[in-house]
């Protein structure tokens, strides 16, 4: 569960940011885009795809909804629940 103050930061990122970060919720197994705005190529439609794959893969999930981050690893250190699919040589961090 996160903080109130982390939540309101967290709701409605990728509108606030508006570049290069996608917002899909998933309902009953079924995802939906909330948010798209474009990136280096094409980052975004392979992120999207390889969520697609997974859930005809394996099957519905739980509802959740996810925030991914598609720049070269700008959001390094940020205190969010945020998926990144890069990241910067200096800072290994996880990748999605």
Not at 10 to 28: E, K, N, P, S
């Amino acid at each position: 569960s996160m903080s109130p103050e982390h939540l309101a930061i967290y709701d409605g990122f990728c509108a606030r940011r508006r570049r290069a970060c996608v917002t899909v919720r998933i309902l009953r197994g079924v995802p939906y885009v909330l948010d798209l705005f474009p990136a280096y190529q094409s980052r975004i439609k392979a992120t999207l795809l390889g969520i697609y794959r997974a859930l005809q893969r394996l099957g519905p999930t739980p509802d959740t909804e996810v925030v991914i981050d598609v720049t070269d690893g700008e959001l390094q250190n940020i205190d969010l629940p945020v998926l990144v699919i890069t990241h910067r040589a200096a800072m290994p961090a996880g990748i999605l």
